[in-house]
């Protein structure tokens, strides 16, 4: 296990050189000047030109890659060009947002998306079925900026039931210790900033989870049909074993590898790019953190932001992973 790690940890060097070049590269084809972005409109030539050689922006390619390299490589993810503040510190305000969006949206989708999948597989064919899986090709169809946009125009401006952007009401007060707005109220018995919160991510956390819900409960209604026309499954029957030890203990146990993988793979997808989600509803997270450096043309906050991205995503799967071994303990790290 310990081998397996540490080669899958070495393993992410190249990928993440893979991903600096991929990054530094295609942010440097983006139309615009940073210089131009931060001075206006109105700045002369002169100006122009002496910010550019100020952000390096005038140097070659290779030298302003060795450098954002560099920087890496000793633990400074750099300055940003519109705030002038360190991106470090910057993300580690704004991770915790996104980390708890995604947390959120993906134990909705976790578990309505197995539960539907299971009671689909059960009752193949029936009623059920028809509507959760009729359901589940509109979730995966429809556009998250499109959703976003209607819940926002249902939920806020028909009914007025729920807040449309935003973590905390202003005049809520929160003592943070975690960032994590919904931990925090619970570790300091908040329960007035809990409701709060709880309904500021309500909408953005439901409108993430649709695609993943929508995926796992195929997934698992597809793996859930599968084990269940095995010889043991049959023979679990035949034996008068109850149906829900059947169904739970027995097939849902062992059709859960492939569920774990979607899973996996969509709460990395979701950690990286909830920048629809965060922009529609402001939430500030690293997506619309993202969204915004693009629009102002940081280049630094781009290239580091993905960086970061990449990581998690890699990690996640890496966790995602190691868990194949305590589900099914006949597989081998090799």
Do not use: C
């Not at 296990?1 to 050189?17: A, F, G, H, Q, W």
């Not at 983006?30 to 030109?49: F, W």
């Not at 097939?251 to 990395?268: D, E, M, R, W, Y």
């Not at 996640?316 to 099914?328: A, E, G, Q, S």
């Amino acid at each position: 296990m310990i081998k397996y790690i540490s080669r899958r940890l070495l393993m992410l060097i190249p990928v993440l050189i893979g991903v600096s070049i991929l990054a530094f590269s295609l942010i440097h084809l983006v139309p615009g000047d940073p210089a131009r972005s931060i001075l206006g409109e109105k700045a002369t030539k002169d100006q122009l030109e002496a910010l550019q050689e100020e952000l390096g922006l005038n140097d070659p390619y290779y030298v302003q890659y060795g450098r954002f390299l560099g920087d890496i490589l000793q633990g400074n993810l750099g300055e940003s060009i519109q705030s002038k503040e360190s991106i470090g510190v910057e993300l580690i305000q704004k991770l915790p947002a996104t980390i708890e969006l995604a947390v959120f949206a993906m134990l909705v989708a976790v578990i309505v998306g197995v539960i539907a999948g299971v009671i689909a597989a059960v009752k193949q064919y029936s009623w059920f079925d028809n509507m959760s899986m009729t359901a589940a090709l509109f979730g995966v169809s429809m556009p998250i900026f499109w959703l976003g946009l209607m819940m926002i125009w249902l939920f806020s401006v028909t009914f007025d039931i729920l807040p449309p952007s935003g973590r905390l009401t202003a005049g809520v007060e929160l003592h943070t210790i975690t960032n994590f707005y919904l931990i925090d109220s619970i570790l300091t018995g908040n329960w007035l900033a809990f409701k709060d919160s709880l309904s500021h991510i309500l909408m953005p956390g439901l409108a993430l989870a649709t695609i993943p819900m929508a995926i796992i409960a195929r997934m698992t209604r597809s793996s859930m049909l599968e084990v269940m026309r095995q010889d043991y499954i049959r023979t679990a029957n035949a034996k008068g074993l109850k149906k829900t030890i059947i169904i739970f203990q027995h097939a849902l146990k062992n059709a859960s590898l492939p569920v774990l993988t979607v899973i996996g793979l969509q709460f990395g997808l979701l950690l990286g790019g909830a920048v629809l989600t965060e922009t529609i509803f402001s939430w500030p997270g690293i997506g619309r953190y993202v969204y915004l450096a693009v629009l102002g043309r940081d280049y630094p906050v781009v290239q580091s932001t993905i960086l970061i991205i990449a990581i998690i995503f890699v990690l996640v799967n890496l966790i995602t992973d190691i868990l194949y071994k305590y589900l099914d303990p006949r597989i081998k790290f090799e």
